[in-house]
């Protein structure tokens, strides 16, 4: 390990802590990272999770000063598993497509024994450090074990458009996208859904080419039709919006 990743897991460590102990009143500076974490989950897991993103862009930003330039990929890579985070010590695997991008895969670590809610945690910190380091790169998690997925896998990335920032659509579930996408097209024949891929058990769609509120309610159509063709699959519309419609 170097010098600067020892330096950087240090204060990666005193940065997850800060930013649990900034929603529990009463912890103190003696209390352990495990169970700062666990009371943190119980009292404000998205608090707690919004602030380690935060302290962990501005600890990437810092390091990249120091360092003065931004990590690239290979550096990246190479520095995340030395910085004492399970999460963060993945196997690298190139995209088919030779994007700029990496996939990050590894068996369960014990943060899954804390559930979603843990995984969410180390998922945000993760984001944030890649973004402040690389000054761009962004960071997405297909699966975890923690959201009862069989492995862990993450994707660090580039472009915002590309196709692998969500997981694979699983092949048992496209017969029914494509009937749930037929009948949709029966309500609008101009609007087409696209469905961008499935990460942590949620499905992520968008609806193009509808006029007003129109893509709105075919969102809520969506969700009706694959509420019952799908049960127990969690949706999440990205469809762009804009800020005012105009139903005149």
Partial sequence: MTEAHRELSARWRHARRAALRAVLSDSTSETGDEELLRAA?????????????????????????????????????????????????????????????????R??????????????????????????MT?????????????????????????????????????????????????????DSRARVEFLGVSEGVLHYAVKGAGGTGGLRLGATLERLLARRAPGLSLREVSPRAVFVDES
Wanted: proline share 7%.
């Fill in 41 to 105: 989950l119980l009292a404000a897991p998205a608090a707690a999770q919004r602030a380690v993103f935060d302290n962990s862009l501005r600890l990437g930003r810092g390091y990249a000063a120091v360092q003065a330039s931004h990590a690239t990929f290979s550096e990246l890579v190479g520095a995340l598993p030395e910085l004492g985070v399970a999460c963060a010590e993945r196997r690298p695997r190139a995209p088919d497509d030779d994007s700029a991008a990496v996939y990050l895969e």
């Fill in 107 to 132: 068996e369960a670590c014990p943060v899954a024994a804390l559930g979603p809610a843990g995984c969410d945690f180390y998922r945000e910190a993760m984001a944030g450090l890649v973004l402040g």
């Fill in 135 to 187: 000054g761009g790169a962004m960071h997405a998690r297909h699966d975890s074990a923690g959201h009862g997925g069989a492995r862990c896998v993450d994707a660090v990335y580039l472009d915002p458009e590309w196709s692998g920032r969500h997981g694979p659509v699983p092949d048992e579930l496209r017969p029914h996208l494509e009937a749930a996408a037929r009948t949709l097209s029966m309500f």
